[in-house]
């Protein structure tokens, strides 16, 4: 290996990982606070009433970043599995583990949100709409990973069973989407469009946009916060964990 | 059976599993009746206007069959993994792959496709018209096998796990989703007179699908599970 260049599989080992991972987490974690703030700011200040839906509709800036980030972390979450289960490299098993718990929030955050705007605008908590229907079964698929991986006592089994269970989601994840939206066409009539797109206004996209952005950032903060617990939990036996200073006190 | 065989093996594991079930004939038939007695159930929770129950019919055919082969599946690998009798299939000179397909082909005869005989019956109770018992059944006949082949994967994976039964229905249920979708979404189309075809279709297809990929994570699961 070229000496220019970092070594990246060294930080494939837990050990050498760890202190890089801590190091990371103030950066992103302040920047998630930053962008938050000012996504925030835009997104109850700046950005102008909607015409339609009047001030109901800003509750878009928190629900949209956590639709989007819901699936995408299903995707980074599936990738580190298969990952794993190519490599046999022990990090990222526990990286899939991490992150499940934050792409659940998310998915929840989103169910919830959406419940709330359709309230107003709708008239409704929920319908059977086909995009609310596959964020719910993607919440579904969170806790069945969440939970496969806490039932197996063996951490290297949960995370080997939890990646072919996270890539057998991956594969079913768009048949289901487009199965639902089928099902929707077939039983439902035009009661609620969502997707007519309404015509939005720059400074609400750019609001979205850093919202998304800082959804992004918390939740690499947040994962490789507790990628660090789980490393400490699994190596609490080796030496290196006894040379820590947070762990000797 | 004859060695080295692949097809003799499939055959081998599929006459063994069905042998194992006619031994012990009540708990091959408890799904069955499992099924008979949710699709019951639903009148007497609704109440029997013929209208409603028609409506609900396909439907509620459907979770009943899903449900009751998901009952089943806790008994798919369960026995022959505390036997020591799977760890031999892992170890022997046939691939895997053929074994598990047998096995999973083994429970379909024996859980699946009493389903699909007991659904036209409980059709009638429903006041299905002829046509569209025709549409469930041939639905049932190519929804249940991806019932079977996706189940497998989630008994797979919780192979000697505590709370193994719930643990399943949590993973395999969310997956079972495009099944039920196109099969009662057939016999809904089927009802309302614009042709059940396109759904059947698509139903084949998420059966070509599984029959291809889930043998595969069936079988990685099934070595995890063994390790």
């Not at chain 1, 699936?71 to 794993?84: C, D, H, P, R």
């Not at chain 2, 004859?2 to 079930?21: K, M």
């Not at chain 2, 047998?102 to 389903?115: F, N, S």
């Not at chain 2, 759904?199 to 069936?218: D, E, K, Q, R, Y």
Request: aromatic share 10%; with cysteine; proline share 5%.
């Amino acid at each position: 290996m070229s000496k220019r260049l970092i070594n990246w599989f060294r930080f494939s080992s837990p050990q050498a990982f760890y202190g890089p991972a801590g190091r990371m987490i103030p950066w992103f974690a302040a920047a998630a606070a930053i962008l938050a703030a000012i996504g925030l700011y835009i997104g109850f200040f700046v950005a102008p009433t909607d015409a339609q839906q009047g001030e109901a509709y800003r509750i878009i800036f928190i629900h949209v970043p956590a639709s989007w980030m819901s699936m995408f972390v299903y995707l980074v979450m599936a990738g580190w599995a298969g990952l794993g289960l190519v490599l046999n490299s022990r990090l990222s098993g526990m990286m899939a583990s991490a992150l499940a718990p934050t792409g659940a929030m998310f998915a929840f955050l989103s169910l919830w949100t959406g419940a709330l705007w359709g309230k107003p605008t709708w008239g409704t908590y929920w319908v059977w709409d086909a995009r609310l229907t596959s964020e719910l079964i993607l919440f579904f698929l969170y806790v069945g990973f969440i939970a496969l991986q806490a039932a197996i006592d063996d951490p290297r089994r949960a995370d080997k069973a939890g990646a072919v269970l996270a890539l057998v989601g991956v594969v079913n994840i768009p048949i289901i989407y487009f199965s639902v939206q089928w099902w929707n066409t077939l039983h439902q009539g035009a009661s609620v469009s969502l997707t007519r797109s309404p015509s939005m206004a720059t400074t609400m996209l750019t609001g979205m946009l850093v919202m998304a952005l800082a959804a992004w950032l918390y939740a690499i903060a947040v994962s490789l916060a507790r990628v660090r617990a789980i490393i400490l939990e699994r190596e609490r036996h080796s030496g290196w964990v006894h040379e820590l200073k947070e762990a000797a006190a | 059976m004859t060695d080295g065989n692949a097809f003799g093996a499939l055959a081998g594991v599929i006459r063994r599993d069905l042998l194992l079930a006619m031994r012990r004939k009540a708990d091959a038939l408890a799904p069955v009746f499992f099924f008979v007695v949710v699709a019951s159930l639903f009148p007497l929770g609704i109440g029997p206007e013929p209208e409603l129950l028609r409506r609900i019919g396909p439907g509620v055919l459907w979770v009943g069959a899903l449900l009751a082969t998901m009952l089943a599946l806790a008994r798919l690998f369960a026995a022959d993994y505390e036997d020591g009798t799977l760890e031999q299939m892992a170890l022997s000179p046939e691939p895997l792959f053929v074994l598990v397909l047998g096995k999973v082909i083994a429970h379909w005869l024996v859980c699946g496709l009493p389903l699909v005989i007991a659904a036209p019956v409980l059709a009638l109770q429903y006041g299905l018209p002829a046509d569209t018992i025709a549409v469930l059944a041939a639905s049932l006949v190519l929804g249940t096998p991806v019932l079977s082949l996706i189940g497998a994967i989630g008994a797979a994976l919780t192979l000697g796990l505590r709370g193994g039964g719930l643990l399943v229905a949590l993973l395999v249920l969310p997956l079972y989703v495009p099944a039920l979708v196109f099969g009662a979404g057939a016999v809904d189309a089927n009802l309302a007179g614009t042709g059940a075809g396109a759904h059947l279709s698509l139903l084949g297809a998420c059966l070509a699908i599984a029959a291809f990929f889930a043998p595969w994570a069936i079988t990685a699961a099934l070595r995890i599970a063994l390790e």
